[in-house]
């Protein structure tokens, strides 16, 4: 049998039959009146549903201006300088204490963060939202982000990353939480904690663990106890500590856990004991955490504990007590006083003295009384806050060195902290940041 090919004698046939075959026109479908008033309420309906989405998103209530080139960084100063005259002021009521960057001083206040010249304080890059601020906190060292924490229906939720050089946007994300929070950060991640739950957060703000209260887990049995208040946290070398009241337990206790979940999504603990003989006193407070210990402020929590005055306890990371250092201090320290780390050295104010503590072993040094803020450290220099100035001590040994006097505009009470820049330093009091300019 021979095969036909296209176009060979025997398709003429074929081709013939359909010339004579009649077409057949298909008329198209006509549109009615109530077809078009369907697709005409299909996309109004889009709309509306885009629009109310865009009505209640964090875009819509978010704005900023943030700085064309990122910013030059400040060269460190060598040591505290001759004496300081008073600069700009701002207000800044949601930083717990002074944030400044490479090349900013950064304030808080009104929905809105900002970093400021710290020679003029002109504003050189800003973000804004129209919800109340929980906190800003300066972290992560290796790529350095200003974290703003905003309130909305579902509590301190709305988190986002600023870069540090220019205050773009670098990452987002949004979580329940609690209706106030307390944020503390370590060189990867910073931790965000209120009376029922903590979160912490790498630096492209993905949650490494939850702890406490989860309104939906995904899997059951990834949280060790429930029904315990939080009371204080810090966060360190990966690792987190924090002090909770559990049930009818008969003291406080504190929890040691990696700062992100093991592969089956639990909460990695190292640790965790009853400190305090009782809870009849003010809870204990963690000061630090290191990559091999936790500090403990316990200050009144007990019988054993008032007889002995307040102390810095050092923790191993499975919770037990290495060593006790009394201190001079109030039986619960100050509200607003928040530990100070740079350059290896770490300084907590207990609301009679400052205490200096090795950063990595967390055993106190030396304490200088009469203070009345941390420390912080400016080239070979350590700087104190004091009732009438900027006290320059030697780190090593915490001997005075000399006194700048300082006059501080509407000061009554409360902790001071300072931040160097530069060759100036920001200090934070009464909720507004107080630049103080080198000269």
Request: net charge negative; glycine share 10%; proline share 7%.
């Amino acid at each position: 049998m021979r095969l036909r090919t296209p176009g060979s004698d025997g398709d003429a046939g074929a081709d013939s039959e359909r010339a004579a075959t009649p077409s057949v026109r298909i008329r198209p479908e006509r549109r009615t009146r109530g077809d078009l008033a369907i697709v005409v309420a299909v996309v109004v309906v889009v709309a509306l549903v885009a629009a109310a989405v865009w009505w209640v998103s964090s875009s819509r209530r978010a704005s900023d201006d943030f700085a064309a080139a990122p910013l030059p960084s400040i060269d460190t100063a060598t040591s505290a300088p001759a004496g300081f005259t008073a600069g700009w002021q701002a207000d800044s009521a949601d930083t717990a204490s002074t944030v400044v960057t490479d090349s900013a001083v950064v304030t808080a206040d009104d929905g809105t963060v900002a970093g400021h010249d710290p020679g003029s304080g002109d504003v050189r890059w800003s973000y804004h939202r129209a919800d109340p601020l929980c906190g800003v906190i300066g972290a992560y060292s290796s790529s350095p982000r200003v974290v703003a924490v905003y309130r909305n229906s579902r509590g301190c939720s709305e988190v986002t990353a600023l870069d540090a050089s220019d205050g773009r946007r670098a990452a987002t994300r949004a979580s329940a939480a609690d209706s106030s929070v307390t944020l503390s950060a370590g060189s990867d991640y910073v931790v965000s904690q209120g009376d029922s739950r903590l979160e912490s957060w790498g630096s492209t703000m993905v949650r490494g663990v939850e702890y406490g209260r989860v309104s939906a887990p995904v899997k059951p049995g990834t949280q060790p106890r429930s029904g315990c208040v939080l009371l204080s946290s810090a966060t360190g070398s990966d690792q987190i500590a924090v002090i909770e009241r559990c049930g009818d337990e008969p003291g406080y206790r504190l929890t040691i856990m990696a700062a992100a979940q093991d592969k089956d999504e639990k909460v990695d603990e190292s640790g965790s004991r009853i400190i305090t003989s009782g809870t009849a006193g003010p809870p204990p407070r963690v000061v630090a955490v290191s990559s091999s210990a936790v500090a403990v402020y316990v200050g009144a929590s007990g019988p054993l504990e008032t007889a002995r005055g307040p102390q810095l306890q050092v923790y191993a990371m499975n919770a037990t007590v290495t060593s006790s250092h009394e201190v001079l201090g109030d039986p619960t320290p100050p509200a607003d006083s928040q530990p100070q780390t740079r350059d290896g050295l770490l300084s907590f104010y207990t609301g009679k003295s400052t205490v200096i503590l090795d950063a990595s072993a967390l055993t106190p040094t030396y304490q200088v009384p009469g203070t009345l803020g941390p420390a912080a450290l400016m080239g070979r220099d350590l700087l104190v806050p004091g009732p009438t100035g900027i006290t320059i001590l030697d780190p090593a040994d915490g001997r005075q060195i000399r006194t700048i006097a300082v006059a501080r505009p509407g000061y009554r009470s409360g902790t001071i902290t300072l931040a160097p820049i530069g060759n100036d330093v920001a200090q934070l009091y009464g909720g507004r940041i107080h630049m103080l300019l080198g000269t």
